[in-house]
């Protein structure tokens, strides 16, 4: 069995918010409004939507898909009136993360819920508490009996207005329906969401219970009381009346817990999280609703040696015959979202190099149940969704190469290109528009049928494949052999990028509404570029008559030839058989504005930190002050030693991380936990090309002189620690962590082992029954091999499992519920993977 340290936990989120509605009407006016949504983990946010403008039911149509490299309470979304001040918050959804799994991969409408500092709620609070007898000063009694509440210390609370003085305030709750109240307070810490407490109150709880005679009381009676403890921010302008009390501030959160859950003898010492009020769910008003699909994965990933037989299973398929009756096929069949089965099953493919073997078992059985060349990959299947997520997990530095700097210019400008007549706005010419929309189309064209021998190697390999298959199967037909390959790329790669520049990290701003229709416009001649290999502009079948002077200007010759030559280019065998294609320009890895501390200033100040834009390359890091100035600072990879966290003590700021070099560090904040897991990850594996990597570093800053962490005054001085690190990328791809894509394999199968099952009873069926169909499944291809790849399969899944149920026991052995990582009240962050999702 696995030890606790082999095993890491992995979580992950996938959240599509599609749209609001019925929102609620501003208070000015009776028209729409400009709106945007947020997603936060606690209260910390991690994305936010474009801005939908001038509607009481804006659609946003977006995603957020990443790792959660951190533990969480809740996942909210909140949608805010942009443009007002500080942007007013509308209404915000919260769910528990224990609660995640009731919506997992379903579309729903959560209402909205008002926010204010009731629902504002994060952080916990450290108890000791104990009970015991004490001397009395009365004389008809001996002792009494009393408790004694110790507040420790808080952490993570949350800032009011940009600060946060807490207190914390203690209330004993008892007698009928516990309406009596005894209150106590510590005093206010001053500019802290860690507060250092330390201060204990005594209860008497002698007038609280019912004497039985003079000396003799009953302890259960004594114990039918509540204790409270609540966290308030100190604000002279706020008051609330509490239990008949006034508390000056805004409340932080609050933990209740029963006196007869506690034990008499011994000390109670634990962390409890800190709760929302329970009043704000009678508020009754309506503040519209919001639609969203949540899907969340929290999986417990073995060492690699725990999924050699699911994965052998699996590697086998593209040799299986028939395919049908394959390991990959039959996840693929029986997972509702072929996306969901698409994605690990291509990153454990490509990472083992059998990828191109399996798209052309599969093609191969597509392509021979089709009639019409024309109508080749229309539909969403296996094989196309294998191909979509290859191209997004290799081709987006290629995306970003080819298309980004047409689109930047297209968002910047916010020049009309509005060619549909009916649309055109007063003093607009429609002449003028149409040669501008000319123009970037050319942009683009050119970017694109140029771009052919940097597409990436694994694309042009697969492109290659779909070719000699489509020829094999139509070989009176010339076309087929283009439009095979350019249905994915222009269609499903670049048309999508250019419609959604956003969703392919293109762009990171919102675009105008000029922008967004010129893209559209674009979007659509480029749809229309792959149909010019095939068919003539005449039988295009346009929707939309003010498109046709559009692709009678790109139909000509030239045009034609130029699409041509690019899709051979990406489709050679040639092509196949380089690197890559051994790219000389930089290609662009991740960008985006961060935070950083000027480099080699001996004083530290809130004025040495600056928001820059950040790029890194396969050729540098870089910064400048905005993505359209010159750098101010390029630091080559090969001078990049290590990069690691830097401790949150070196200078009170989170998500800090530092790129060591030769001569100084410089040191980076990224705005959320999620972003700097990924600048971390995508800067390592760049980094551990580098030969003269570092093997030490200092988790700590130099600061005053010295190194904080190892007091070390050489500021050239040797790591104190050694430095951690990922895998280096090889041709322009991200590393894949194998046994997290065959740990989703599991858990995706685990989730369907009843669809196996049936499966494998429809195969046992057919073969006595001699063909006799399934209600649950129509005629298997070869009942005997796919039963035999079932049972594989099942033995695989069956196996796993147990390993998870003895590992979850023994994470429940050495769990210390109450401690400061597993806090009482939120079981979901004990087990996250007790509910398979």
């Not at 090889?730 to 685990?750: A, F, G, N, P």
């Not at 079932?790 to 994470?811: A, D, F, G, T």
Request: hydrophobic fraction near 35%; aromatic fraction near 8%.
């Amino acid at each position: 069995m696995a030890g606790m340290g082999d095993v890491r936990v992995e979580e992950s989120l996938h959240v599509k918010i599609a749209e609001a509605k019925n929102l609620v009407t501003p208070s000015v006016g009776n028209g729409g409004r400009n709106t945007f949504c947020t997603v936060k983990l606690d209260g910390e946010q991690i994305y936010q939507t474009s801005i939908a403008e001038k509607s009481l039911n804006p659609f946003y149509g977006e995603e957020f898909r990443g790792e959660i490299p951190r533990k969480f309470r809740h996942l909210s979304f909140y949608v805010y009136e942009h443009g007002t001040k500080n942007n007013k918050v509308i209404g915000k959804v919260s769910l528990r993360k224990q609660e995640l799994y009731k919506y997992h991969g379903k579309d729903h409408w959560f209402p909205l819920i008002p926010v204010d500092s009731d629902t504002e709620v994060q952080g916990k609070v450290h108890l000791e508490i104990r009970f015991g007898e004490f001397l009395s000063t009365e004389p008809e009694s001996l002792t009494s009996y009393r408790m004694i509440v110790k507040v420790v210390e808080s952490s993570d609370l949350t800032v009011t207005n940009g600060a946060c003085n807490p207190y914390a305030v203690v209330t004993l709750s008892y007698g009928k329906s516990r309406h009596k109240h005894e209150v106590k307070r510590t005093t206010v810490k001053k500019k802290t969401i860690c507060p250092q407490f330390d201060e204990t109150f005594w209860f008497s709880l002698e007038n609280r219970a019912h004497q039985h005679d003079r000396n003799n009381y009953y302890i259960e009676d004594m114990f039918d009381a509540e204790l409270s403890v609540s966290l308030w921010h100190d604000d002279t302008r706020v008051s609330r009346e509490v239990l008949g009390g006034m508390f000056p501030g805004v409340f932080l959160g609050e933990m209740k817990i029963s006196l007869t859950d506690l034990t008499s003898d011994g000390v109670h010492n634990a962390w409890y999280f800190l709760r929302a009020r329970d009043n704000w769910k009678n508020q009754k008003q309506e503040l519209g609703s919001i639609r969203l699909r949540i899907s969340y994965t929290s999986d417990y990933v073995f060492p690699s040696e725990y999924y050699d037989h699911l994965r052998n299973v699996l590697l086998a398929s593209s040799d299986t015959e028939p395919i049908t009756s394959s390991a990959a096929y039959i996840f693929g069949d029986i997972v509702n979202n072929k996306q969901d089965a698409a994605q690990p099953l291509v990153r454990l493919f490509l990472h083992q190099g059998r990828l191109v073997p399996l798209i052309s078992a599969l093609a191969r059985l597509e392509i021979s149940k089709t009639v019409d060349p024309n109508t080749i990959f229309r539909g969403n299947t296996l094989v196309t969704k294998l191909i979509d997520e290859l191209m997004k997990l290799v081709g987006l530095p290629y995306l970003k190469d080819t298309l980004k700097p047409a689109i930047d210019e297209i968002c910047t400008t916010h020049v009309s290109c509005e060619i549909d007549v009916s649309r055109l706005k007063e003093g607009e010419n429609l002449e003028d528009n149409m040669n501008q929309l000319k123009h970037y189309i050319s942009l683009i064209f050119e970017a694109i049928t140029c771009s052919g021998l940097v597409c990436p190697t694994p694309m042009c390999e697969v492109f290659h494949t779909l070719k000699q298959v489509a020829q094999q199967f139509f070989p009176g037909n010339n076309e087929v052999r283009y439009q095979v390959v350019s249905g994915f790329i222009f269609l499903r790669f670049f048309a999508a990028a250019i419609l959604g520049p956003k969703l392919f990290d293109l762009r990171s701003d919102t675009q105008d509404e000029a922008s967004h229709r010129t893209l559209t416009l674009v979007s659509k001649a480029i749809q229309g570029l792959g149909n010019l290999v095939s068919t003539k502009s005449s039988s295009l079948g346009l929707k939309e008559d003010y498109m046709v002077p559009v692709f009678v200007y790109m139909s000509d010759a030239s045009h034609v030839d130029a699409v041509r030559m690019f899709l051979d280019i990406i489709s050679s065998s040639a092509r196949t058989n380089s690197i890559g294609g051994e790219i000389e320009a930089p290609i662009i890895l991740k960008e985006g504005m961060m935070r950083k501390r000027a480099q080699g200033r001996k004083k530290f100040g809130v004025k040495n930190f600056k928001y820059r834009h950040f790029r890194l390359t396969n050729q540098s890091l870089s910064y400048s002050k905005t993505p359209d100035e010159d750098n101010l600072c390029v630091i080559p990879i090969e001078d990049i030693l290590a990069v690691e966290r830097l401790q949150e003590e070196s200078f009170k700021m989170k998500y800090m991380f530092q790129v060591v070099q030769p001569l100084r560090v410089l040191y980076v904040q990224a705005d959320n936990c999620v972003d700097e897991k990924q600048w971390l990850d995508i800067l390592n594996k760049v980094c551990n090309t580098n030969r003269g990597r570092l093997k030490t570093y200092h988790p700590a800053a130099y600061m005053n002189g010295h190194w904080l962490c190892c007091k070390s005054m050489e500021s050239g001085a040797s790591g104190c620690i050694p430095v951690t690190g990922g895998l280096p990328i090889t041709d322009i791809q991200v590393s894949i962590d194998i046994e997290r894509e065959l740990e989703k394999i599991h858990s995706l199968l685990l989730n369907n082992i009843e669809k196996l099952e049936q499966m494998q009873d429809a195969c046992a069926t057919q073969e006595v029954y001699a063909g006799e169909e399934s209600l649950d499944y129509p005629k298997i291809e070869d009942t005997k091999t796919c039963f035999e790849t079932l049972s594989k399969i099942l033995r695989c899944v069956i196996s796993l499992e147990q390993e998870h149920m003895q590992y979850r026991k023994l994470v429940q052995r050495e769990t210390v519920l109450g401690s400061i990582d597993t806090p009482i009240g939120d079981d979901s962050l004990v087990f996250p993977s007790d509910t398979k999702l």
